[in-house]
């Protein structure tokens, strides 16, 4: 029998191994939630991978419902296994770069949208469609809020030095056995529940999809642009912050 919590928990560890502050982003990201929609929140997890977002919320919020929406076969199925007593849990396969994906999910509108470390894989022509496909997923006065790897061009000295910071501090925890993004996918190869799924997601995405980075200010202007009343940086570390819009 397959450990599915065991594969969850090694998805987390490896994520963390690249984001030490993750928690810290997903405890932020929670609270506006609440703030925005109460202790019962009809949430949309969006390329919501393994449930990494959709566990912490259903912890915090035993009244919330989420829907995971995703189109990484083997993701998906470390969170079938992970989830598959949790009621409260809809997962949806379903392509973001395709102009129809909403219509995959069950019937709105969603109190809140909530990702993390996965919209950069999008092109920005896709982004953009995206965000407008969000506007009209929410209810007035929901929240969107995207956590992902956001540059900061102004401060490149800033952006070196921390660089050179977590190289040395990812080398030190990889000493002790973590495994980084390669290397867990090939132990997921190796797992024989998972070899079919990985084999088709690297049919679908390669080793890494290839999207583009915005900068926070970017993201903030184009979610007004697509309906938003208000957007902007809710968290940031140097290199990665979380973005908030109300609709």
């Known amino acids: 029998m397959t450990d599915w919590n065991a594969w969850q928990r090694s998805w987390d560890s490896q994520q ?11 405890r932020v990201m929670l609270d506006l939630v609440e703030a925005v ?7 949309l997890d969006l390329a919501c991978g ?5 566990e912490r ?3 915090r919020l035993p009244g919330a419902l989420s829907v995971g929406v995703d189109q990484d076969p083997a993701l998906l199925a470390i969170a079938r296994g992970h989830f598959a007593a949790e009621p409260r849990l809809t997962l949806v396969t379903a392509d973001l770069r395709d102009g129809q994906w909403a ?19 999008l092109r920005t022509d ?5 965000y ?5 997923l929410l209810r007035p006065g929901g929240v969107f809020l995207n956590a992902d790897h956001v540059p900061q061009p102004a401060t490149p000295l800033l952006n070196a030095a921390h660089a050179g910071f977590e190289r040395r501090r990812q080398q030190q925890e990889r000493s002790a056995g973590v495994l980084d993004w390669t290397s867990w996918w090939k132990a997921a190869a190796e797992e024989p529940a998972l070899t079919g799924h990985v084999a088709a997601r690297y049919a679908l995405y390669g080793e890494h999809a290839d999207g583009d980075s915005h900068p926070a200010e970017w993201h903030a202007a184009r979610l007004t642009e697509a309906g938003f009343r208000e957007a902007g940086t809710a968290w940031r570390s140097v290199s990665d912050a979380l973005v908030a819009a109300v609709r």
């Open 16 to 26: 963390e191994w690249y984001l030490p502050d993750r928690e810290e982003r997903f």
């Open 37 to 43: 929609a109460g202790p019962a929140p009809r949430v």
């Open 50 to 54: 393994t449930g990494s977002i959709t």
């Open 57 to 59: 919320l259903l912890a």
């Open 103 to 121: 219509t995959a999910l069950p019937p709105g509108p969603f109190d809140a949208v909530v990702t993390a470390t996965a919209l950069h894989w």
């Open 126 to 130: 896709d982004l953009v469609r995206l």
């Open 132 to 136: 407008r496909d969000l506007a009209g």
